[in-house]
């Protein structure tokens, strides 16, 4: 069997071993032992039970690498203790309180606290925090804790008396600087609540929407909008390729442009690491798939994700994690195949070709979104290719009209109204889809292995479009 099939598998197995890790739990001498045996057999056998053998292996590697997860039992919970930190993460400011976390040498892994509006705090500054710490605890079936311990949150505070010590700048103070003067400018840019939908969809500041325009997207399917995933950059990275092909540039002036708007996009999102995931993924897979190379791009797709959750198996839980897998593994296998059955779809400026990108996205993205945001909206698949098309516009031109105010206000603030009025209509959409009567249901409670269905859509399709990856 191909070397490349081989290491597919063990892929395969790593995930299904971090995905039981969260429910099972095995001691380490039989990890040890289990381990020991299966590679030993691995080597020894040929063909179906090597790859049997070693793919086992891989689950017993996942299940050990969820288990080295640190704890956090060390941690002082349920007593009033004086924490001195500094704030590492940008500051959520919400309509009634602020939300920060901070990294002191007292605690093991990050602090979460929720206090009040004021003092207004920025990140690198040094807090004295005075409050009983909290062990974060699972809340009715949502798995707080674990959702706190993907950002390495071991702690939280509620409501503590505040003292500012001092500052400490370092390189994430800097690019978190970078990014409120990006959003200082923006608010200049765009009115709300438009101007609320770009800070979460661009800048990862999921809190920034207001209720009612929340409430219109998560109950017309399109919540997912308002977040940084990985559906908008491919969106975004295959509109690209298909502007550099109406203008008649050569492949490399396109991977020149995808590079270059991708590390300007990290960069003024702070290189927050949702960003990083979902560019890099994205970016990479697509690039070798608009060259011609489905079978390289679905390798490092699958090489990609196994390393990120390598570094931090409890990404696998992570909403946008694996928006940003399922949408770019639905582009690679089935935007050909869907975009050839749209004939009534003209085919000017590469339409038909963006109606198959986005089409291919939402089917292998929907399972996640119904068990995460439990909310099935029966109109959701025509709104969602109304308002899914748009984003990558509406990102590129924010970011154009955001760089451009840097140099002229009110030369910004005129080439944003286009911006303004497309995000008007995304928003007036959303609300129409969620009032039309029986448009919405929601759903019982849905297990999380759900949005395993996303996976199995994809693995049909790789064996239908017999995707050889050893190419």
């Known amino acids: 069997m191909h070397k490349s ?18 429910y099972y739990s095995l001691g380490q001498f039989i990890i040890a032992l289990a381990l020991f045996v ?11 039970a090597q790859v049997l053998t070693l793919t086992l292996a891989a689950i017993i590697v996942g299940l050990a690498r969820v288990q080295s997860l640190p704890s956090y039992q060390a941690n002082p919970y349920d007593v009033e203790r004086t924490i001195t930190g500094v704030v590492v993460r940008e500051v959520e400011e919400r309509v009634s309180e602020n939300r920060f976390t901070v990294k002191s040498s007292s605690l093991d892994g990050l602090l979460l606290v929720t206090a009040n509006r004021f003092p207004a705090l920025i990140t690198g500054d040094v807090v004295s925090i005075s409050c009983t710490l909290r062990r974060p605890e699972p ?11 993907r950002y390495g949150i071991g702690t939280t505070c509620y409501y503590p008396k505040i003292s500012l010590v001092g500052h400490r700048d370092s390189a994430t ?9 990006a959003v200082r400018h923006l608010k200049k840019l765009l009115p709300p609540p438009e101007v609320g939908i770009i800070q979460g969809a661009m800048f990862g500041q999921k ?15 399109t919540s997912h909008l308002l977040v ?16 550099a092909k109406i203008m008649r540039r050569s492949r490399r002036q396109a991977l020149g442009l995808i590079i270059g708007t991708l590390l300007l996009y990290v960069l003024i999102t702070g290189v927050q690491p949702s960003a990083v995931r979902a560019a890099l993924m994205s970016g990479v897979s697509l690039s070798a798939y608009q060259f011609g190379r489905s079978a390289t791009a679905l390798r490092l797709l699958v090489m990609i994700a196994t390393v990120m959750l390598m570094v931090n198996p409890l990404l696998l839980y992570d909403v946008g994690f694996q928006l940003s897998l399922a949408a770019t593994a639905g582009i690679v296998l089935f935007s050909d195949t869907v975009s050839r059955r749209l004939t009534l779809v003209p085919d000017f400026w590469q339409l038909r070709k963006l109606m198959g990108v986005t089409l291919a996205a939402i089917l292998t993205t929907t399972p996640i979104i119904a068990s995460n945001f439990g909310t099935l909206s029966l109109i959701s698949p025509i709104t969602n290719l109304l308002l899914v098309p748009l984003m990558p516009i509406v990102m590129l031109g924010a970011g154009i009209v955001l760089l451009l105010s840097f140099i002229s206000i009110d030369l910004g603030q005129l080439l944003a109204l286009p911006v303004s009025d497309i995000l008007h209509a995304m928003i007036y ?12 249901i929601t759903l019982p409670e849905i297990p999380p292995w759900f949005s395993l269905l996303s996976a199995l859509i ?3 399709g790789a064996r239908s479009a017999q995707v050889k990856v050893y190419e």
């Open 5 to 22: 099939i081989l290491l597919l598998w063990c892929c395969a197995g790593f995930v299904i071993g971090i995905f039981l890790g969260g």
């Open 173 to 181: 103070s800097l690019l978190m600087n970078i990014k409120s003067l």
């Open 429 to 440: 959409l959303s609300h129409l889809s969620r009032i039309i009567p029986g448009a919405s």
């Open 38 to 48: 299966l590679l030993l057999l691995g080597v020894l056998c040929r063909r179906y």
């Open 207 to 221: 809190w920034a929407p207001d209720l009612e325009t929340m409430t219109d997207f998560r109950q017309s399917g």
């Open 458 to 460: 994809i693995g049909w």
């Open 228 to 243: 940084i995933s990985g559906l908008h950059i491919s969106l975004l990275v295959s509109g690209l390729f298909s502007l």
């Open 139 to 149: 809340i009715n079936n949502f798995r707080y804790d674990r959702w706190l311990a």
